[in-house]
Structures are given as structure tokens and as C-alpha cells.
């Protein structure tokens, strides 16, 4: 049996399973569809993580998955849920990711 058709059978195997995709199986199959070696993809991996981090001030996109934004939320009035006290929230920023149109139409299959 070729590898190739291995690999097709394991991620059919992967998929019926529902087993989420560890950090070795998605370089695993990044350098198995690039041609490249399971370390190359990992250290590409790793500088768009890289990269990701550093520009989510401004707004990092990846074009069909979706973007990373940093958000300033005002301060706000809440309630403890224990005792029902009326209690201030600070100000705060927060980082948010939204998913794409196409990746939501691709999951969700609309």
C-alpha cells in the first residue's frame, strides 16, 4: 500500500473517529501535502504564530480562516452571582478572533 494512499485512509479513519487534530498530526499532514519535512513545517508553524502575536495590535488576517483583533472594552457595572452585590468592571482589552465568511460556509456547509 502506498503512502499516500495510507495517509488518505488515516485521515478518513481520523475524520469518521471525531478526534480533534493534534499539533503532530496537522504538521504531519502540512508536510506531507507541501513536500516538506515535519520540522520545516513546524518552524513555519511556529513564525506564523509568531507573527500572529505580534501584529494582532493592528489586526492579523488569514485569508479564509479568519482574524485576530484586540479589542478595548469600557468599564461597566456587573453583579457578583453569589451574592447578588452590584460591582464595577474595569476597563479592559481583550483579544478576539473572528472566523471568516468562507470559513464558516465551509464548516457549516451553508
Partial sequence: MGSSLRCALKERQNRSMAKKMTKSAVLAHLASKSGIS????????????????????????????????LVN????????????????IAAKRVVKFRVAKQAKEGILGK
Fill in 38 to 69: 515535519k520540522k520545516l513545517a513546524g518552524q513555519v508553524v511556529e513564525e506564523l504564530v509568531k507573527l500572529a502575536y505580534k501584529e494582532a495590535k493592528n489586526s492579523f488576517t488569514i485569508p479564509g480562516l479568519g482574524k485576530l483583533v
Fill in 73 to 88: 472594552r469600557k468599564a461597566r457595572m456587573g453583579r457578583n452571582p453569589a451574592t447578588g452585590e452590584t460591582i464595577k
